[in-house]
């Protein structure tokens, strides 16, 4: 697991941003600077705002005050382009709205970095392949993405994400659709990706002990305006989410491996594992 260089230049900045979803105050005033090397996991109960946050960090929606830097600068003053190539955004879904070659799709994410007439080079075929490579996709390349399953077509979009070799990756729900198999390849990818120098991630998911494996930080929303923010095993706590969620967690060990796992039902009931949950 990668750990933020002592000295690394911030890639990503939140100033006091506040967002809202109606009269709800979803985050209020937070600030945060992510870093390069960071693997960060967004949790939160559904509603919490883990979409709003991620569009917003990304720049396609606007915060209800505060402000977004990316490399220092305010994503308002990003050029479209060179934002693309500096961020890529992963939504929670993308339906195909026609039929095209696995191979195609993933090659659209290339559009940041086309010139001239924009016609695609080899170094773009090549960004694809190595992309769908990377996730185990090679086989499906010449697959028409319509006959796909719900699974490989989510895969094929982190690709295409990958794909856009942007060194900033928000991912709002990667692993919805997969099984556990693919979820852990996919994930062990991400990593792998982090890796490389300037590099970092942020992904939205439910699963708290995937998070707790495979990020370096956490992102925790409550979805009433607070967030707490941290290295994973310092946030993704017994005590924080089951606050947040509202439900009793207690985390079991067996040997180096760790796992949250709801209360049984009867310390539930009893009100002892909610107002203190184990650890």
């Keep these: 697991m990668m750990h933020t260089p002592k000295f690394a230049q911030p890639v990503l900045s939140a100033q006091r941003m506040t967002l809202r979803a109606g009269s709800r105050t979803l985050l209020d005033a937070f600030t945060h600077t992510f870093y390069p090397g960071e693997v960060w996991c967004v949790a939160g109960p559904n509603g919490a705002g883990k979409t709003t946050l991620l569009s917003t960090l990304a720049g396609l929606l606007q915060p209800s005050a505060g402000h977004v830097e990316l490399d220092g600068v305010r994503l308002a003053d990003w050029h479209a382009q060179e934002l693309a190539q500096r961020r890529a955004l992963m939504p929670q879904s993308a339906p195909d ?13 290339r559009f940041p970095h086309l010139t001239g007439w924009g016609w695609e080079r ?7 392949r190595a992309a769908l490579e990377l996730l185990g996709l090679t086989a499906l390349a010449a697959r028409d993405v319509l006959s796909l399953s719900g699974g490989e077509r989510q895969r094929v979009a982190l690709a295409a994400v990958l794909c ?14 997969l099984d556990l198999h693919h979820q852990i390849d996919c994930l062990e ?28 930080h956490a992102l925790l929303l409550d979805g009433a305006g607070a967030a707490y923010a941290g290295p994973v095993h310092e946030v993704l706590t017994p005590a924080l989410t089951s606050r947040v969620f509202g439900y009793p967690l207690i985390l079991i060990r067996d040997g180096e491996h760790e796992a949250l796992i709801p209360a049984p039902r009867s310390r539930h009931e009893s009100g002892s594992a909610h107002d203190k949950p184990a650890s």
């Design 189 to 216: 990818a991400l990593s792998e990706w982090a890796q490389e120098p300037r590099r970092s991630v942020l992904f939205s998911c439910h699963d708290l002990n995937l998070a707790r494996r495979f990020s370096t």
């Design 122 to 128: 080899e170094a773009d075929r090549e960004a694809a």
């Design 97 to 109: 709205a026609f039929s095209a070659s696995v191979l195609d799709i993933v090659m659209l994410n």
């Design 164 to 177: 856009q070799e942007a060194p900033l990756l928000l991912l709002d729900e990667p692993l919805s659709h």
